[in-house]
């Protein structure tokens, strides 16, 4: 009993905070005892609610109440310290309802540390221990605390379950193989779960194979998702542009009407006015003669008479009038039907197209959907036109970058290029800076003695002069070798020889999902040059290799087909008016 009263003592004097005896012990208002430390550290945490509570019975107090230490408390556990008695087991140790308990434990019971197939019985730390020390107990299965041990025990026979029945797919005791289940196919379970655990690992294999294979799918959407928003970002950053020049343009063909209208205004209103002014002077000088001849009338001296009378009839030469054009008030009214009929022109333009833009629109096709068939005409190919800019931090020392970054050229002197692992230290090529997925289409015009058109995986290596970093002579890159006289495809260090018309623009369609790459001979007509059907596995990068000093190749501008019909017809639309 006294034994008792110590235990409760221990378990009294713990603090909930740190689950170990009370340091420096302090009483809240509330009637609860904690470490002064761990209660400060723990208002500390809730000074920003400026409420402090008990972290037992949530006790709220306002203000922080001040801490004193507990003297009674602070002398019964030094006395319990000075005795020897070790604290009582916290909380956290005994079993809960969600916890396995210890079967050999009385009274309150400890949380199981394992659990004996064999017994079968789940112990705490200190009834598992004969089970490390006998030797008989040695030889029982040790497992993690299980609350399924029962499941273990034959229901029937009241026998441990160490066999397995695998006509009925159960698990049986030795009494059950030669009573109902005899002349079955029986096991040992142990046996049963070799051979299921091959069978687990193969199912694993599978699983994880599936799983990479939808992380793939997962970083192809992923990039897939990037390229649309890279796409239509540009679509609306050049829609920008472009009905920018348009309303540029109107801007100014308004500013000129306007201009040419005002100009001609003056010059017409000054010529009016300045035949106005003559007339005005003619008109007075007359009535001034006029007035004079009046009184010349009344003269009744005949010789004054006929002395005055010769000079004041003579009359000056009259301002001519008869140019004077009077019409109704229709001066500039024409320059507004020319400016209306304009108008209407552009609307029908405008209106005709706009439903190819639309349909162009919806017709984008991403990766969930069904592949397009590859386009037939330069104009289809254009659809998916792409602006393809390199990469300075790819670029060989001997590759010199121009107009924006869209020209490489071959050049003697090396270029003081700063230090990057991207760069091709050897082979003078250069990659682009954009990644290639989804649709794209792009176009490359070159001269000198011959170029690579290619692309390539980002991993491709790039220093050394082995084939691993040159374009075309790897499983990483794509190339056609174009030379002034021939055409030949290269991959993994084959080449095919590749006939077709000899021109100095390439150009270069890729479906990315799809698995195919083409290239095309570009003059007059566009000329397919090779195919390529593979599955690409990552995004490509475009490239060039510079096979000569002074060989230059450059990713051409390209526009949309509509939008270029679109803007041609809109200024040929004007030059007529």
Same mark, same amino acid.
């Given at each position: 009993?006294?034994?008792?009263?110590?235990?409760?003592?221990?378990?009294?004097?713990?603090?909930?905070?740190?689950?170990?005896?009370?340091?420096?012990?302090?009483?809240?208002?509330?009637?609860?005892?904690?470490?002064?430390?761990?209660?400060?550290?723990?208002?500390?945490?809730?000074?920003?609610?400026?409420?402090?509570?008990?972290?037992?019975?949530?006790?709220?107090?306002?203000?922080?109440?001040?801490?004193?230490?507990?003297?009674?408390?602070?002398?019964?556990?030094?006395?319990?310290?000075?005795?020897?008695?070790?604290?009582?087991?916290?909380?956290?140790?005994? +079993?809960?309802?969600?916890?396995?308990?210890?079967?050999?434990?009385?009274?309150?019971?400890?949380?199981?540390?394992?659990?004996?197939?064999?017994?079968?019985?789940?112990?705490?730390?200190?009834?598992?221990?004969?089970?490390?020390?006998?030797?008989?107990?040695?030889?029982?299965?040790?497992?993690?605390?299980?609350?399924?041990?029962?499941?273990?025990?034959?229901?029937?026979?009241?026998?441990?379950?160490?066999?397995?029945?695998?006509?009925?797919?159960?698990?049986?005791?030795?009494l059950c193989s030669v009573d109902e289940h005899k002349g079955h196919d029986t096991v040992s379970a142990a046996a049963e779960r070799t051979e299921k655990q091959r069978e687990?690992?193969?199912?694993?294999?599978?699983?994880?194979?599936?799983?990479?294979?939808?992380?793939?799918?997962?970083?192809?959407?992923?990039?897939? *998702?990037? +390229?649309?928003?890279?796409?239509?970002?540009? +679509?609306?950053?050049?829609?920008?542009?472009?009905?920018?020049?348009?309303?540029?343009?109107?801007?100014?063909?308004?500013?000129?009407?306007?201009?040419? *209208?005002?100009?001609?205004?003056?010059?017409? *209103?000054?010529?009016?006015?300045?035949?106005?002014?003559?007339?005005?002077?003619?008109?007075?000088?007359?009535?001034?003669?006029?007035?004079?001849?009046?009184?010349?009338?009344?003269?009744?001296?005949?010789?004054?008479?006929?002395?005055?009378?010769?000079?004041?009839?003579?009359?000056?030469?009259?301002?001519?009038?008869?140019?004077?054009?009077?019409?109704?008030?229709?001066?500039?009214?024409?320059?507004?039907?020319?400016?209306?009929?304009?108008?209407?022109?552009?609307?029908?333009?405008?209106?005709?197209?706009?439903?190819?833009?639309?349909?162009?629109?919806?017709?984008?096709?991403?990766?969930?959907?069904?592949?397009?068939?590859?386009?037939?005409?330069?104009?289809?190919?254009?659809?998916?036109?792409?602006?393809?800019?390199?990469?300075?931090?790819?670029?060989? &020392?001997?590759?010199?970058?121009?107009?924006?970054?869209?020209?490489?050229?071959?050049?003697?002197?090396?270029?003081?290029?700063?230090?990057?692992?991207?760069?091709?230290?050897?082979?003078?090529?250069?990659?682009?800076?954009?990644?290639?997925?989804?649709?794209?289409?792009?176009?490359?015009?070159?001269?000198?003695?011959?170029?690579?058109?290619?692309?390539?995986?980002?991993?491709?290596?790039?220093?050394?002069?082995?084939?691993?970093?040159?374009?075309?002579?790897?499983?990483?890159?794509?190339?056609?070798?174009?030379?002034?006289?021939?055409?030949?495809?290269?991959?993994?260090?084959?080449?095919?020889?590749?006939?077709?018309?000899?021109?100095?623009?390439?150009?270069?369609?890729?479906?990315?999902?799809?698995?195919?790459?083409?290239?095309?001979?570009?003059?007059?007509?566009?000329?397919?040059?090779?195919?390529?059907?593979?599955?690409?596995?990552?995004?490509?990068?475009?490239?060039?290799?510079?096979?000569?000093?002074?060989? &230059?190749?450059?990713?051409?501008?390209?526009?949309?087909?509509?939008?270029?019909?679109?803007?041609?017809?809109?200024?040929?639309?004007?030059?007529?008016?």
């Amino acid at each position: 009993m006294a034994q008792k009263g110590v235990q409760l003592d221990q378990e009294t004097i713990s603090c909930s905070i740190c689950l170990d005896l009370l340091k420096d012990p302090v009483t809240i208002p509330c009637g609860h005892s904690y470490c002064m430390n761990c209660i400060k550290s723990f208002w500390d945490q809730e000074d920003e609610k400026n409420i402090h509570s008990c972290p037992q019975c949530r006790q709220f107090f306002v203000p922080r109440p001040v801490l004193v230490k507990n003297i009674v408390l602070a002398v019964l556990v030094e006395e319990l310290k000075k005795t020897g008695f070790q604290a009582a087991p916290v909380d956290h140790c005994y +079993a809960g309802p969600e916890d396995v308990a210890c079967d050999d434990c009385t009274g309150r019971k400890l949380k199981a540390l394992k659990s004996c197939l064999v017994c079968p019985a789940s112990y705490c730390e200190k009834h598992v221990q004969p089970h490390y020390d006998v030797a008989q107990l040695k030889k029982h299965k040790l497992v993690d605390p299980s609350k399924k041990l029962l499941e273990n025990i034959c229901s029937r026979h009241d026998e441990v379950m160490k066999m397995f029945c695998r006509t009925d797919q159960q698990c049986i005791c030795y009494l059950c193989s030669v009573d109902e289940h005899k002349g079955h196919d029986t096991v040992s379970a142990a046996a049963e779960r070799t051979e299921k655990q091959r069978e687990l690992e193969v199912s694993r294999q599978n699983i994880q194979q599936r799983i990479q294979d939808r992380e793939k799918d997962v970083k192809l959407l992923q990039q897939e *998702v990037e +390229a649309i928003d890279r796409s239509a970002d540009k +679509a609306v950053e050049d829609s920008e542009k472009i009905f920018t020049e348009l309303i540029r343009l109107i801007q100014k063909r308004s500013s000129d009407v306007k201009q040419q *209208v005002r100009s001609k205004q003056q010059t017409e *209103v000054s010529r009016a006015k300045e035949l106005q002014e003559k007339l005005e002077q003619e008109i007075t000088e007359l009535k001034r003669k006029d007035t004079r001849l009046k009184q010349l009338s009344y003269t009744e001296d005949h010789n004054q008479f006929l002395h005055s009378y010769p000079s004041l009839s003579r009359l000056r030469e009259s301002t001519d009038s008869s140019s004077i054009n009077i019409r109704p008030l229709r001066y500039f009214e024409d320059v507004t039907l020319a400016l209306s009929e304009v108008r209407d022109k552009l609307q029908d333009v405008l209106r005709g197209k706009w439903t190819n833009i639309l349909q162009t629109v919806t017709e984008v096709d991403v990766l969930l959907s069904n592949s397009q068939a590859e386009p037939k005409t330069r104009a289809g190919f254009l659809k998916y036109s792409c602006q393809v800019t390199l990469d300075p931090n790819t670029a060989n &020392t001997r590759v010199l970058l121009s107009e924006r970054n869209r020209k490489a050229t071959g050049i003697n002197e090396r270029q003081s290029y700063s230090s990057h692992p991207d760069r091709f230290t050897r082979w003078c090529q250069v990659l682009s800076r954009e990644s290639l997925t989804g649709r794209c289409y792009w176009e490359v015009e070159w001269e000198g003695k011959g170029v690579y058109v290619a692309v390539a995986y980002k991993n491709i290596s790039r220093a050394g002069v082995g084939n691993e970093c040159a374009f075309g002579q790897n499983d990483k890159s794509w190339a056609l070798h174009c030379d002034i006289n021939s055409y030949n495809f290269c991959y993994n260090n084959v080449q095919t020889p590749v006939s077709g018309p000899q021109s100095s623009r390439v150009g270069v369609y890729l479906d990315h999902r799809a698995g195919i790459l083409s290239f095309y001979s570009i003059s007059e007509t566009m000329t397919l040059l090779h195919r390529v059907q593979t599955t690409f596995t990552q995004p490509l990068f475009a490239g060039l290799r510079i096979l000569d000093f002074g060989v &230059t190749a450059e990713f051409c501008k390209l526009q949309s087909a509509e939008v270029m019909e679109a803007i041609a017809a809109l200024r040929g639309t004007e030059e007529r008016h």
